[in-house]
């Protein structure tokens, strides 16, 4: 069965930490893994990654994908406390978009 | 200008109701979906619909049923709710094709069935 493991569940730290949080899956036809940013409402996207070993950035965030590995990462420098979120990761399989996600992380930063 | 927009953004009902949430989208995609959040923020696909067409049909209970008017358009309607069934439920929406599943969610409806 198809799955997507995030780790760790939650997170607590500081402002101006630098944080990583994973996403390892398992996922038969494999088109992409995107990370979202979830806070009160809806998940709004961050990134989409489909190639190993191309790091994308937006900021003070940045996410790369191992596909020998079946992992991705996404780091967090210099946190703010408006990075408290839950983070997603979700994996797109086969050619109907149906996401698989994982638990999320949820990430808090204190002052 | 939402662009994927869910109504209404709160329910709250008695077992044993029917009930129906409504979603539309101006984005000009034409897949749709709806996922469901469970307590734990756990986020799984119930449908999807492309062109008018279902596509995704996950295992959910048959009391579930999505209607999908045009591809602008994807209805939830649930017949005799259970508490189980209390959760947030997200519409999203993407362009179907070979190069990019970005999706956009709408803000969610939370149900909670009393």
């Known amino acids: 069965e198809d799955k997507v493991v995030q780790s760790p569940l939650s997170l607590v730290v500081h402002e101006g930490d630098t944080v990583t949080l994973n996403c390892s899956y398992e996922?038969?036809?494999?088109?992409?893994l995107l990370w979202y940013k979830q806070e009160k409402k809806a998940p709004t996207f961050l990134f989409m990654l489909t190639s190993s070993g191309i790091e994308k950035k937006s900021g003070r965030l940045s996410s790369i994908l191992d596909k020998k590995e079946l992992f991705s990462i996404l780091n967090i420098t210099a946190t703010q406390t408006g990075d408290s979120a839950i983070y997603l990761c979700?994996?797109?399989?086969?050619?109907?978009?149906?996401?698989?996600f994982g638990q999320g992380t949820t990430l808090q930063v204190k002052p | 200008d939402t662009a994927v927009s869910q109504t209404p953004k709160y329910l709250v009902t008695q077992m044993g109701n029917d009930k129906s949430i409504k979603c539309e989208q101006n984005l000009g995609h034409d897949t749709m979906y709806w996922y469901k959040q469970d307590s734990k923020k756990f986020l799984k696909i119930m449908f999807s619909y492309n062109n008018k067409e279902l596509i995704i049909n996950e295992t959910v209970p048959n009391r579930f049923s999505p209607k999908s008017p045009d591809k602008a358009h994807l209805n939830l309607h649930i017949n005799s709710l259970e508490l189980g069934d209390s959760a947030v439920y997200f519409c999203a929406s993407s362009q179907y094709d070979t190069s990019n599943y970005g999706y956009t969610f709408g803000s969610g409806t939370r149900l909670t069935v009393v």
């Open positions: 979700a994996v797109s399989s086969g050619n109907t978009g149906k996401l698989i």
């Open positions: 996922v038969t036809n494999f088109r992409s």
